[in-house]
């Protein structure tokens, strides 16, 4: 099982980006997929998740309102565009893979490797 996560880099304060994590998943579309971050010297932080078909989204209050996760299953990828960021966003950001709607890392089963968010103020 390999969780791909690509598409960061550096931002300025207000600019957008596209997360996508790719998956090898055998029924990906199983899975609730969940995004998450971790700033250095911070504990790795719930960002959103999404339902098995896509139906229902879950975001943290820090990113509510600038945040859309987003998958398609017969790509089995799952996106997290990310618009009006701001110098706070700053992390590694990381896909994960799990059974159920969780805001906890360790009940998630399958992570990616993660991907820089840099913003600039």
């Known amino acids: 099982v390999q969780l791909q996560a690509y598409g960061g880099g550096l931002v300025q304060a207000g600019g957008s980006l596209r997360l996508s994590c790719a998956a090898s998943?055998?029924?990906?579309?199983?899975?609730?997929m969940g995004w998450f971050r971790q700033a250095p010297g911070k504990e790795r932080e719930f960002v959103a998740a999404i339902s098995w078909s896509g139906g229902s989204t879950y975001y943290a209050d820090s990113v509510k309102g600038r945040f859309t996760i987003s998958r398609d299953n017969a790509k089995n990828t799952v996106y997290l565009q990310m618009n009006n960021l701001k110098s706070e966003d700053t992390a590694v950001y990381y896909c994960?893979?799990?059974?159920?709607?969780?805001?906890?890392?360790?009940?998630?089963?399958?992570w990616g490797q993660g991907t820089q968010v840099t913003v600039s103020s």
């Open positions: 998943l055998r029924s990906f579309s199983n899975y609730y």
């Open positions: 994960a893979a799990g059974r159920y709607y969780y805001t906890r890392p360790s009940q998630y089963d399958y």
